[in-house]
């Protein structure tokens, strides 16, 4: 058993205003928490991981082939691999939450060393 505390970790920033730290996981899949800070934006993108989360605190626009849906505390989401998303905070507090992807996401871009 692996336990992981994000009071451990030390996030970093993926995106202005964005910040992901890779926390707990396996080889099927893998935890990682974010803070979206007011204003900010996940660009669009995809990755070939189903994406399935969930949100604690704010509220997260989330736009997918021309949708938008809000999710907001205590909503999860799933997004399939391959699909195009991004993501804003319109919001006047930061969105928090955990992701998790599956397969696992090994060395992102983002994660510092």
Do not use: K
């Amino acid at each position: 058993m692996e336990r992981v505390s994000l009071d451990d970790l030390e996030p970093a920033e993926a995106a202005e205003g964005v910040h992901l730290a890779l926390m707990a996981g396996t080889e099927s899949m893998n935890v990682q928490h974010f803070e979206i800070e007011p204003g900010a934006t996940v660009d669009e993108h995809s990755h070939p991981h189903d994406q399935t989360g969930y949100i604690t605190q704010g509220e997260l626009a989330f736009l997918t082939e021309g949708d938008e849906i809000v999710c907001g505390p205590g909503d999860s989401y799933a997004i399939p691999g391959d699909q195009t998303h991004a993501a804003e905070n319109r919001g006047d507090e930061p969105v928090r939450g955990v992701d998790i992807f599956s397969p696992p996401r090994e060395n992102p871009s983002w994660q510092t060393e």
